[in-house]
């Protein structure tokens, strides 16, 4: 093959492959967003302060990545302590959550900056930053649950964990539909405020703040930061509904981005859903009751694994695929509930290492495949040296801002 000539498919070694067409489409793409939630303005004069602070040769995605495994690393300690969401843990525990917390918001703020700052923006550094937010906040929703000891109430603890999730894949299901990211009043930066004051409060005054009663109800104040997040989460889905139902997508006859029909990525995330709810309320050892942070952990990769095909679909403008590997772990859950074929705690950690593992090759692969076709490094500012003219010409007509706007990345 001569070195002007494109290969058909642009593949690591991996096995999963992007075909040029969808890697031409995603390093042509222009991010686009709109709204400004409240906390932004007040934040951004910090963040613009900060990023001047930071080396130049720090690569944006190096610096979105060390977030997510701060924020990862302090959340794992909090799992030790409290490994059903029922136990108190160490004040220490939630104030190193707290800081972990606010590294990866400040951090993830500011990648975009960097990346425009060091003149290294590519599209990669969208869909890096989607893609760690959406592992992210699988550790936020244990982090959040373990502090108040949500583990008390299953159906409210599974019911939080499924809407949360949701709710990340819906907002990018509208953007799928819309094109534009939408940002409201009340966003991720707000509620992520909130969930590092819940962790200072339980290191203040720690844990069984969560369970005085509130005067004249009988309920445990617990639920008040449940009763919040839960209803702006349905508020905000509801949103994303309108959107896509109501006004349809911005593509032929009101499909999508990519063509396709609206309602397209209902099926995969439905799939995880149906699976959710089928294995809490069947299993015979009551693995959500004992084992809520697995349950939590195994079901958030695989939305986390939808989540990112999701937003490279829309990067791509490509279709989104009904099955996906990932789902064969929650369809085994199904299974093995049927068959018996082993206890339901050894099934699920089976299904968190397969799905963890999938997640991780499907992203590995994908860096991979944009770095290779645009000829860049993923956590170097220093370009590849070009082997082929061809190259060059994707490398300098693929860049875009890595985010257009003042917005943090989301």
């Known amino acids: 093959?001569?070195?002007?000539?494109?290969?058909?498919?642009?593949?690591s070694s991996l096995g999963e492959v992007l075909s040029v067409n969808q890697l031409e489409r995603l390093a042509n793409h222009k991010y686009s967003a709109s709204g400004v939630s409240v906390l932004e303005p007040i934040l951004q004069p910090y963040w613009r302060w900060l990023v001047e602070q930071i080396p130049l040769w720090w690569a944006p995605n190096a610096l979105t990545l060390a977030g997510l495994v701060i924020n990862g690393l302090t959340t794992a300690i909090l799992m030790i302590y409290c490994p059903d969401s029922r136990q108190p843990a160490p004040s220490w525990c939630y104030f190193l959550c707290a800081l972990g917390l606010f590294i990866y918001q400040t951090l993830d703020?500011?990648?975009?900056?960097?990346?425009?700052?060091?003149?290294s923006s590519s599209p990669l550094g969208e869909l890096f930053d989607h893609g760690c937010d959406a592992l992210s906040i699988v550790f936020v929703f244990i982090g959040t649950v373990m502090t108040v000891q949500l583990g008390t109430f299953p159906f409210l603890y599974f019911f939080t964990c499924i809407s949360t999730l949701f709710l990340y894949y819906m907002a990018h299901w509208q953007t799928f539909c819309s094109g534009t990211l939408q940002f409201g009043f009340f966003d991720v930066t707000e509620a992520q405020i909130g969930v590092i004051l819940a962790y200072l409060l339980s290191g203040f005054f720690g844990p069984s703040i969560w369970e005085v009663q509130i005067p004249y109800t009988g309920f445990e104040t617990k639920l008040i930061p449940v009763a919040v997040s839960v209803t702006a989460g349905l508020v905000k889905i509801y949103d994303y509904f309108g959107i896509i139902l109501m006004r349809g997508g911005v593509g032929k006859n009101g499909s999508t981005i990519a063509g396709t029909s609206v309602l397209s990525p209902s099926f995969p995330i439905g799939i995880w859903m149906i699976a959710a709810v089928w294995v809490w309320l069947n299993s015979?050892?009551?693995?959500?009751?004992n084992h809520p942070v697995l349950f939590a952990m195994t079901f958030g990769m695989v939305s986390s694994k939808l989540s990112n095909k999701l937003v490279v679909s829309h990067m791509s403008r490509s279709e989104m695929e009904i099955m996906d590997s990932c789902l064969v772990g929650p369809l085994l859950l199904v299974l093995n509930q049927y068959l018996?074929?082993?206890?339901?705690?050894?099934?699920?950690?089976?299904?968190?290492?397969f799905c963890t593992v999938d997640l991780l090759r499907y992203a590995i692969n994908v860096c991979t495949a944009i770095c290779n076709y645009m000829n860049i490094h993923c956590f170097s500012i220093q370009p590849v040296p070009s082997k082929a003219?061809?190259?060059?010409?994707?490398?300098?007509?693929g860049d875009v801002a890595h985010l257009s706007s003042?917005?943090?990345?989301?």
Request: proline share 4%.
């Open 1 to 11: 093959m001569s070195a002007t000539e494109k290969p058909t498919r642009a593949s």
């Open 109 to 119: 703020a500011i990648d975009g900056k960097q990346a425009r700052r060091t003149n």
């Open 284 to 289: 015979p050892t009551k693995i959500l009751e």
């Open 340 to 353: 018996r074929l082993t206890d339901d705690y050894v099934a699920m950690w089976l299904c968190f290492l």
């Open 389 to 397: 003219s061809s190259s060059t010409s994707h490398r300098n007509g």
């Open 406 to 410: 003042e917005h943090s990345t989301h």
